[in-house]
C-alpha cells in the first residue's frame, strides 16, 4: 500500500488548466483497480491519492501517467505502509 502526496509546485491557476485531464488520469486508475481513495489536500496545496501496488516501481510507472507529474505541476511524496489496523473486516479484505 502507497499513499502519493501532491504539493502543487505552480500557481492554482495552473493547476486548474490540467485538472480535467487530472481527473481522466484518476478515473483510468480507479477503473483499473490501482487507486483506493484520493482527494485535495485543505488548504488547497496539493492533493492525496492512496494507491494499491505490489512495489515502489509499479506506482513510479503509475505517477508517470499523471498529467501534474508530466507538466511539472506537482512534486510526489511516496509512503510505503502495510496496514495492520481496519475499521471493519470487509475494508480489510479488500485492501490486503
Known amino acids: 500500500m502507497f499513499i ?5 509546485k ?6 486548474d488548466n490540467y485538472l480535467s485531464a487530472h481527473r481522466e488520469y484518476l478515473a483510468k486508475h480507479y477503473a483499473i483497480g490501482d487507486f483506493i481513495t484520493s482527494g485535495p489536500q485543505i488548504p488547497r496545496i496539493g492533493g492525496v491519492i492512496m494507491i494499491k501496488a505490489n512495489n515502489r516501481e509499479a506506482v513510479d510507472a503509475i505517477i508517470s501517467e499523471d498529467p501534474f507529474y508530466i507538466n511539472g505541476i506537482a512534486d510526489y511524496q511516496i509512503v510505503k505502509f502495510s496496514p495492520t489496523m481496519f475499521a471493519n473486516d470487509s475494508l480489510k479484505s479488500f485492501l490486503e
Open 10 to 15: 505552480k500557481p492554482l491557476s495552473e493547476v
Open 4 to 8: 502519493a502526496i501532491l504539493t502543487y
